[in-house]
């Protein structure tokens, strides 16, 4: 069996959330909160036409400015809920390459005290979104701090299971048919001697 990957070495990933909800620049306040509200995220990444991101907006961001919950969002003002998110949203949003290093990410978020990253292809387009809680999730769920690999076959992939073992039908023994030929035994014998034919002197039958 493969050795498990400490936490620390796995790569992001394993651990964030791909293919993230995203806004336009252009996109309302108003929307913003309803699409936090139906995903149940905290965090959602603003991105330019070709995916590149140039901001990001929390859930803090919408209740500093609306001034209520995100339950309450609708009792805010026109006016606010009117306003493009590029004027709340937090510009240049700090984003991470794929393949970085979990212990590398925790550096960058104690150092730069943000709830969320951006992950980026090498073509700086957005491929997915980790935050503190996806980290918490992970460490909840693996208990040990590591993850654990299924074992790899010669050719490098997952060895497959092995199919089931058929019960070979066992053939039925003569036992009943052997143990009335032993009790018979010299019975039998003498009476099969006493049925045969007997022939007289001379060869004729009696």
Do not use: N
């Amino acid at each position: 069996m493969a050795d498990p990957i400490p936490f620390q070495d796995l790569p992001v990933e394993k651990l964030m959330t791909g293919k993230p909800t995203t806004l336009d620049p252009d996109s309302t306040l108003a929307e913003a909160a309803a699409t936090l509200l139906q995903g149940g995220f905290r965090h959602l990444p603003v991105v330019d036409e070709s995916r590149r991101p140039v901001g990001i907006i929390s859930e803090r961001d919408l209740r500093a400015r609306l001034g209520t919950d995100l339950y309450g969002f609708t009792q805010a003002t026109v006016e606010a809920l009117s306003e493009p998110v590029s004027g709340v949203m937090t510009p240049d949003p700090i984003t991470v390459p794929l393949g970085t290093r979990t212990a590398a990410v925790l550096d960058t978020f104690a150092d730069e005290r943000v709830g969320a990253l951006v992950v980026v292809d090498a073509s700086e387009r957005i491929c997915g979104v980790l935050s503190y809680v996806d980290l918490l999730l992970w460490l909840r769920d693996h208990p040990s701090g590591s993850e654990e690999l299924p074992p790899r076959s010669e050719a490098g992939r997952p060895a497959a299971a092995a199919p089931p073992r058929k019960a070979r039908p066992r053939k039925a023994r003569p036992r009943a048919a052997a143990r009335s030929k032993a009790k018979a035994g010299p019975k039998a014998a003498k009476a099969r001697k006493a049925a045969a034919p007997r022939r007289a002197k001379g060869g004729r039958r009696r």
